[in-house]
């Protein structure tokens, strides 16, 4: 399995803290990046992706959770830029870590959804990793990413991590 992403080799600029102030709910970012999937291998029903934020650690103390979704169609080819917002149809998204009492955000449009990168300190190096499943999974919107990881146990036919760069 195959992902891609358009990153020169940084994450293009409306997708993070650059981004037009149209483009920002609370100050962050909210147009998803759009992703290529290829070579799905045969029996996977659905995809499940997750966008974190490792450098984050020294920070705030833990790994920021930007993005997690489930259930995307595996013959979908695409998932479209700003998919998170406007088509919400084509997956159910967890909980990122705008939920956490240390950000504080009560606002379903920011913890629900593709929250961009925003790295205080210096370049921050995000992992998008998207798992090829054999079933689509029982989960709501707000679920947790342990949720996400338990449910997928036993299901994973392939996985690929790619690394993306946001600037400071």
Known sequence: MN???EANPYLHDK???Y???KWKREGN???SFPIRF???PPGAKTLALTFIDHDAI???GFSWIHWVAANIPAHIGELPEHASEERQDLMVQGQNSFASPLAGSINPKVIHQYCGPTPPDEDHTYTLTVYALDTELNLQT???MNQLYKKMKGHILA???IKLIARV
């Open 29 to 31: 970012p909210f147009v």
């Open 142 to 144: 707000g679920f947790y």
């Open 15 to 17: 997708y993070s803290k």
């Open 38 to 40: 290829e070579d799905i």
């Open 58 to 60: 020294p920070v705030c």
């Open 159 to 161: 996985e690929r991590s």
């Open 19 to 21: 981004a037009e102030e």
């Open 3 to 5: 992902i891609y992403v």
